[in-house]
């Protein structure tokens, strides 16, 4: 079982949690954990040239943390990041003005979305919050939506949270001993589909176990149990000012959440390696104008859209 929480506000306020973990008489459930297998990479003889590379990632108790990094443009919560390793969507430009249509872009808006939503990590479960960014979750019917991502010792948190009214709508808790991989690549489609390309690239951690999803999860829109998680950077990383500043930057989200993750396979699957795959992402979507045309309007952001907010 996956050890997840997810948390939903009604609309006339009142919070509903769901907990997976918690059963009917209050007692926390056991969690059992996935076994998985240590990869082997074979010779460069046998393997395609379109096939992905996989990187073995060993566990490393001291990797990835420890860099110092000058300051960013837009202050001390923010540092900026090395060379980017995914690919950005070409061409595109946030000006100053587009910038600041986005709620969360107001001095310091994310830094009290933090304070706010901080209060779901529960330190005997999830341990001390570690760092925190802003980016763009890809859900499984290719819906961009702007989410905050909290990284503790042992959980990594997926969180909606309403900008404009300052109000935690939802959120996701994933153990990071459930994760078997984490891919890193270009997004594609299948081959038969009708959505145009999107030339850019983002990371996908994935918690399946290599299970295919139901017919209920993967024709259900609204499904909140779809078993990886897919991100890019935040359109703020496009405001030249900002290209670099790790609050947005998936890159990252990604080399913090690699460490983070072998630290945890250490102590709790020693015998495990956690898997690094390297090559494209697909998402499977074959024709859908509704996504296309929620993605161009960034419906899923919360920003001042000419005096109109939402």
Same mark, same amino acid.
């Given at each position: ?8 506000? =009604? ?8 907990? @997976? ?26 393997? +395609? ?20 990094? @000058? ?14 390793? *995914? ?16 709620? $969360?872009?107001? +001095? ?10 901080? %209060? *779901? ?9 570690? %760092?925190?960014?802003?980016? =763009? ?6 819906? !961009?939506? !702007? ?22 709508? +939802? ?16 997004? *594609? ?7 145009? !390309? ?24 609204? $499904? ?15 405001? @030249? ?13 990604? +080399? ?27 998402? !499977? ?26």
């Amino acid at each position: 079982m996956i050890a997840e929480e997810q948390q939903s506000s =009604t609309p006339d306020g009142d919070d509903l949690i769901h907990d @997976p973990a918690v059963l009917d008489d209050d007692q926390p459930a056991t969690v059992k954990e996935y076994q998985g297998a240590t990869l082997q990479i074979g010779s460069e003889d046998n393997v +395609e040239d379109d096939t992905p590379e996989v990187l073995v990632c060993q566990p490393s108790v001291g990797s990835g943390l420890s860099r110092s990094r @000058p300051g960013s443009v837009i202050g001390g919560s923010s540092v900026r990041s090395t060379a980017s390793r *995914i690919s950005m969507r070409p061409g595109r430009v946030q000006t100053e003005v587009s910038a600041r249509s986005f709620y $969360c872009y107001k +001095e310091s808006h994310f830094e009290r979305a933090v304070n706010d939503v901080k %209060s *779901i990590i529960k330190p005997e479960l999830d341990g001390e919050l570690r %760092s925190s960014w802003l980016l =763009t979750e890809i859900d499984h019917w290719d819906f !961009e939506r !702007e989410k905050i991502i909290l990284l503790t010792d042992n959980s990594m948190f997926v969180v909606k949270y309403n900008f404009i009214n300052e109000k935690l709508y +939802e959120y996701r808790r994933i153990m990071l001993h459930v994760i078997h991989s984490i891919c890193i690549g270009d997004f *594609i489609y299948p081959n038969a589909s009708l959505m145009p !390309e999107r030339k850019h690239g983002g990371i996908q951690i994935r918690f399946d176990r290599g299970e295919e999803l139901s017919f209920g999860q993967k024709w259900n829109p609204w $499904c909140s149990d779809i078993p990886w998680v897919t991100l890019s950077h935040h359109p703020l990383i496009y405001n @030249p000012k900002e290209t670099e500043t790790t609050t947005y930057n998936v890159d990252e989200f990604f +080399e913090t959440i690699v460490a983070e993750t072998s630290k945890v396979f250490t102590a709790k699957r020693p015998k495990d390696t956690l898997k690094v795959i390297e090559g494209p992402i697909k998402i !499977e979507t074959y024709a859908s104008p509704v996504s296309l045309v929620f993605n161009q309007s960034a419906i899923g952001f919360f920003r001042d859209r000419n005096g109109v907010s939402f």
